[in-house]
């Protein structure tokens, strides 16, 4: 089997790339860095079965953060036949910084053109010809999403070549040269290429894990110290201004750029990003996002319910009894999961996809920069967030696009408070039909308030921000429609695999405790939480409950008060208190596995108490508020 | 705008070009820059500039960089080149 990887920077089109020639398993992504996981897949090359796999968008090799680390482990494991190294055209010179070094890995290649009709409408035509002479490996041009050169692609797989190696000044080709003979013994039963090693020692990178190298420390010491003297300038930034140099050489010996036509894209994006305007459009955007899907979910979410409501009723009447009981628990639960997936969960991912794809996040990311950085965090964390109102689960996972660990935590820590589809159906079931709509609005306020002081706290507990925000802002892009399902699919699957059994789980177990008549002694037991809070003691199941999944909270609050007419038997004052403890409190259990995931199981356990306190602190304001007024 | 000299990226306004002359930062500043071909030598445009405190956006090798005032503030550049 033929064993291809696909290798390029963020927002090459790589993934499109994957998704046309090797399946349906890819996920496209217009936000640099989302794609860690390695995705495979099964081509034809040829005649010759191939496996495909699609590594994470790097800008380069040298292994600075954890999507790069893998690209270039993967590389080096000697599991790879081909490269196809994937270049935006329209990006030519910068994307061949990263050519350059993966010719250094000595494995054969081939270079992919890709948006070529995008370079054409930027001005830029490219002599392939030349480039291929050049590069001394095969190159193709195609645009993936419109299928254009991808039966070239697979034939050119066929012709890979070993790429010619670039060649650095002759002090730095001396040291490296000086690093290689020490190294070649060694590297003799090594994967790793010799040269590629010399060149990332001489940087001051360390070694990659399983390169059992001599200790060459002394002799790296004095070949940096050496161009250090000579050059005034540390040696990464000798080889790395260098190898740019070399690139734009390349670059213009291949490409003519003539006049760009000033596309209607440019003109968007002087409105979008525009310094005053573009704030008022991007709010306008993420309400008329939040408000149609949550309206229009609402509609659903009614026509969905009561059939299926009459069902569980009906299978109460047939099955009486204890087990009836329980069983109806279950069908509760496997309901209010579809009652959140269809309506609120689907439409909402596969719009906040599409934004993201279409390369309006990285935007909102920019103008959202400088208030991020008030709470300690910067704008690449606004996905997470947005992500979050959404489900917790996608939103913990998508802080893996942050460099930095602190930022990560925080993310985490701060957007698993977001009320989430679930917490926003208990809002809105609870406070917006029997205490007001305007009630439940300004409840989101006050979350992002709250969020607001928690991240000034953190800020002043774990300082160290990252060292600011680096993010490249893509041109927009219409992506491809596949691409966004997918996405969306892969966000949805931990809901379904993790969350829903969770919750059928959770909500039969309940019933049984209630069957079993032990729901006065956990009530008794959350006293603690629930009498400050000037709470009902039946209440206490229902919150400990909405630790499995917050919207069973809602329906354990209508089982625990034996009615769902809450307005009956709950003041308003107690609603707003309970909603509002039930957004901050810890996290669903899914969640928490997501946060054990990414996090470790320390600072998880510090996001969970965290979310209690800050849910207590909250709740026991709110309801000292509401009893002056 | 006249510069006599060299100045840093958060500095230099809206629509104008410059090259990079240094990077004044740590390791891993210094990377995350150079993959994004803010190395110096490069030239660059700055295009716009986010408001309250918010990142500078740079056109550099016909991509677009959005770089936050901190990191901004470190990229030394020459306008005059």
């Not at chain 1, 009981?325 to 309506?343: D, R």
């Not at chain 1, 609120?344 to 934004?355: N, V």
């Not at chain 1, 930095?404 to 609870?430: H, K, N, Q, S, Y």
């Amino acid at each position: 089997m033929l064993r291809v990887a696909l290798v390029g920077q963020p927002n090459s089109g790589k993934s499109t790339l994957f998704n046309a020639i090797a399946g349906y398993r890819a996920i496209a992504s217009n936000f640099p860095g989302t794609t860690v996981e390695l995705l495979r897949g099964r081509a034809l090359v040829g005649a010759r079965p191939a496996e495909v796999v699609d590594l994470p968008g790097t800008y380069s090799l040298l292994a600075g953060d954890p999507a790069e680390e893998l690209a270039r482990d993967y590389l080096l494991s000697g599991e790879v036949d081909v490269v196809v190294n994937v270049v935006d055209a329209s990006l030519l010179g910068r994307s061949l910084e990263l050519t350059l070094e993966l010719t250094e890995l000595g494995l054969p290649m081939v270079v992919c053109l890709n948006m070529m009709d995008e370079a054409r409408r930027k001005g830029i035509h490219i002599d392939a010809v030349k480039l291929s002479e050049v590069l001394g490996v095969p190159v193709v041009e195609t645009v993936a999403v419109r299928g254009v050169g991808l039966k070239e692609l697979l034939a050119a797989i066929l012709e890979a070549r070993v790429p010619n190696a670039p060649r650095y000044s002759a002090d730095v080709e001396r040291a490296l040269a000086a690093l290689v003979e020490r190294l070649a013994p060694a590297a003799g039963n090594s994967k790793f290429p010799p040269r590629y090693l010399a060149e990332l020692l001489l940087s001051g990178g360390e070694p990659p894990s399983g390169a059992e190298l001599p200790d060459l420390s002394a002799e790296v010491e004095a070949a940096r110290r050496e161009i250090q003297v000579g050059r005034g300038e540390d040696p990464a930034l000798v080889i790395a201004a260098e190898r740019h140099a070399m690139a734009l050489r390349i670059f213009e010996d291949v490409a003519r750029v003539t006049h760009a036509e000033r596309s209607f894209r440019e003109r968007i994006d002087s409105l979008l990003m525009h310094r005053i305007l573009g704030y008022p459009v991007m709010v306008l955007v993420l309400l008329a996002l939040f408000y149609g899907v949550f309206k229009v979910g609402g509609i659903l979410e009614g026509f969905l319910l009561p059939p299926l409501d009459s069902f569980t009723a009906a299978v109460e009447g047939m099955v009486p009894g204890p087990i009836g009981k329980v069983l109806s628990g279950a069908l509760q639960g496997l309901w209010a999961g579809i009652g959140i997936v269809l309506p609120y969960l689907l439409p909402f991912l596969f719009f906040l996809a599409f934004l993201e794809d279409v390369g309006y996040l990285p935007r909102i990311g920019f103008l959202v920069d400088g208030l991020m950085h008030k709470i300690g965090l910067h704008g690449k964390s606004v996905i997470p967030f947005l992500l979050g109102y959404g489900c917790s689960v996608p939103a913990v996972l998508a802080t893996r696009i942050l460099e930095d660990e602190r930022d990560r935590l925080v993310t985490a820590a701060l957007a698993v408070m977001i009320p989430c589809a679930a917490r926003t159906v208990v809002i809105f079931g609870l406070v917006g039909r029997y205490v007001g709509p305007w009630i439940a609005f300004s409840l989101y306020l006050l979350n992002i308030f709250i969020i607001a002081i928690a991240g000034t706290l953190l800020r002043k507990f774990l300082p160290g921000m990252g060292p600011g925000l680096i993010m490249e802002i893509p041109p927009y892009r219409l992506p491809s429609f596949r691409a966004v399902l997918l996405k969306v699919w892969l966000r949805l699957r931990g809901f379904i695999t993790v969350a829903w059994p969770t919750l059928i789980a959770a909500s039969a177990f309940f019933s049984l405790i209630e069957v079993l008549g032990w729901t006065r002694f956990l009530n008794t037991l959350l006293l603690p939480v629930t009498w400050p809070l000037g709470l009902p003691a039946e209440v206490g199941v229902p919150l400990v409950f909405g630790i499995l999944r917050k919207e069973l909270s809602l329906i354990m609050l209508g089982q625990a008060l034996g009615t769902v007419d809450f307005g009956a038997a709950l003041t308003g004052a107690a609603m707003v208190v309970f909603t509002v403890f039930v957004i901050f409190y810890v996290p669903c259990l899914a969640t928490v596995a997501a946060l054990w995931r990414e996090l470790g199981r320390r600072k998880t356990l510090l996001v969970v108490a965290g979310t209690v306190g800050v849910a207590m602190a909250v709740g026991l304001l709110i309801r000292a508020i509401l009893w002056l007024f | 705008m006249f510069f006599n000299s060299f100045v840093d990226l958060e500095t230099l306004p809206p629509g104008h070009r410059a090259r990079v002359v240094r990077i004044e930062g740590g390791r891993g500043l210094v990377a995350r820059l150079t993959r994004l071909g803010v190395v110096p030598g490069a030239e660059v445009k700055v295009v716009s500039r986010a408001p309250v405190g918010g990142p500078v956006l740079v056109e550099v090798n016909g991509a677009q960089v959005a770089l936050g005032r901190g990191v901004a503030r470190k990229v030394v550049v020459d306008p005059r080149a």
